[in-house]
């Protein structure tokens, strides 16, 4: 029989024990959390099983905002909802002093239903229904203007309710070395910017309180984020100069790099995310370009999301199945998926056995519990003998995977916080066909 045509490639090969930076951390098993062991969890609330530090997620907030207070007089950090919205991680940074940051009509709905004030919340995204507006306007929530069309509508709820909105004009600009988030907001570069800042001014019907940017995501470079403050800076000098318009706040947004290491990187998300103090050496330096006394300097608003919860969450799986592949390589089916770890699409998850293990490394693929082909943790990772009932523990994956993940094929695991003082909490229980089915009706004709 002819043999398949297999397409040439080259694998960095992987032996397990050194890289050039020292012993792989990955064979260090990670058995708890804060004090709590995870066999005692997930024997307690099933895998697989999110676990959320509260002490780091705590932890990084602080670290976050001493590096830029130390640098700028005011700083006001606003929790990305998009980016985790377990109600358990949003109190904590909120009870830590966090405003809200929100995309969609649910996610303030979800910030109020926290207990978030209105006039606390900024609302960023492509899509604000009128009904939403008003609300908003109504609770003098912060609106950030993204086309020339929301400035009409929200115009039109001002006249509706007698009420001045208080709006920013969201701002997209060149910055080198990064792509351009030319979607979102108003191009500076080609005047877009400016046609919306004269069109407020010259209606005003609305109050102009600042200006907003996000220049993308898992931005490695702190310089760039510094050439987007420094655009932003003179922007607002500009205003300033000729609308004699004062803003209150510059939001530089968010898109600081997590620890994760991203596909097709060759060194680790260890060795290259930067701390938080080169970025805020970066963007202060930026607003430097700001004519104004030191006194009347606006709060600088940052969105930072997956950098805060990144490293606080770890999601724990089970060996269901050990596989030999056609190339030789060992493969294991877990019973967690890209159902729940969306994040693995984009990047090479740290993982690590739960318990001790003896034997020599080698590589490994990392199957989900999916039907699809498509469903691979890891394409290929040093891992020591593993055997069926094993855990394995994927690291930094607080991100995007609460808020993305989705019911295909198997329902959605409880996620628990784990607290001061060995103390752990169901923060979200995991989902049971009656939940899926609640939501279904049946046919007269089919009953």
């Not at 097709?264 to 004519?291: K, V």
């Not at 994927?394 to 019911?407: L, S």
Request: hydrophobic content about 45%.
């Amino acid at each position: 029989m002819k043999p398949e045509y297999a397409r040439p490639g080259i694998v960095r090969h992987q032996m397990g024990m050194m890289n050039k930076f020292g012993r792989q951390q990955t064979l260090r098993p990670v058995t708890h959390v804060d004090g709590v062991a995870l066999e005692d969890l997930v024997r307690e609330h099933g895998s697989p099983l999110f676990v959320i530090s509260q002490r780091t997620l705590a932890s990084r907030y602080r670290e976050l905002y001493e590096a830029f207070a130390r640098r700028w007089p005011r700083v006001r950090i606003a929790w990305s909802y998009k980016t985790n919205y377990v109600g358990a991680v949003c109190r904590t940074f909120h009870k830590l002093g966090a405003w809200a940051e929100v995309v969609s009509p649910f996610e303030y709905d979800k910030a109020i239903g926290l207990g978030v004030p209105a006039d606390r919340i900024h609302w960023n995204g492509p899509y604000k229904p009128d009904d939403a507006i008003e609300r908003a306007v109504v609770g003098g929530s912060l609106i950030h203007i993204d086309n020339l069309d929301e400035i009409v509508r929200i115009e039109r709820v001002a006249a509706k309710t007698g009420l001045r909105p208080r709006v920013a004009v969201r701002v997209n600009l060149a910055v080198e070395g990064v792509g351009a988030w030319s979607r979102f907001g108003l191009n500076l570069e080609s005047g877009q910017a400016r046609e919306a800042v004269v069109r407020l001014v010259a209606g005003d019907r609305v109050a102009l309180e600042g200006l907003h940017c996000h220049i993308g995501t898992f931005i490695l470079d702190p310089t760039a984020h510094g050439q987007a403050a420094a655009k932003l800076a003179r922007f607002a000098n500009e205003i300033r100069r000729d609308h004699g318009v004062k803003l209150s706040f510059l939001d530089l947004g968010g898109g600081f790099a997590s620890p994760n290491t991203l596909k097709g990187q060759y060194l680790s998300g260890e060795q290259t995310a930067p701390s938080f103090a080169r970025y805020a050496d970066s963007i202060c330096d930026g607003l430097a370009e700001l004519d104004l006394p030191a006194a009347e300097v606006p709060t600088l608003v940052l969105e930072t999301g997956r950098a805060l919860v990144d490293e606080a969450a770890v999601l724990v799986s089970t060996v269901h199945a050990t596989k030999r592949m056609p190339d030789g390589q060992r493969a294991l089916v877990l019973d967690a998926g890209v159902n729940l770890l969306f994040t693995a699409f984009w990047y090479n998850h740290d993982v690590a056995p739960a318990q001790e293990s003896r034997g020599m490394p080698e590589p490994t693929v990392l199957y989900g519990p999916l039907c699809m082909n498509i469903d691979v943790l890891r394409d290929s990772v040093a891992l020591p003998p593993m055997a069926i009932g094993d855990r394995l523990v994927f690291r930094n994956v607080g991100a995007y995977n609460m808020t993305q993940w989705m019911q295909f094929i198997a329902l959605r695991p409880a996620v628990v916080m784990v607290g001061s003082e060995g103390r752990s909490a169901v923060v979200r229980r995991a989902e049971k066909v009656e939940d899926l089915v609640s939501y279904e009706a049946m046919p007269e004709w089919l009953r």
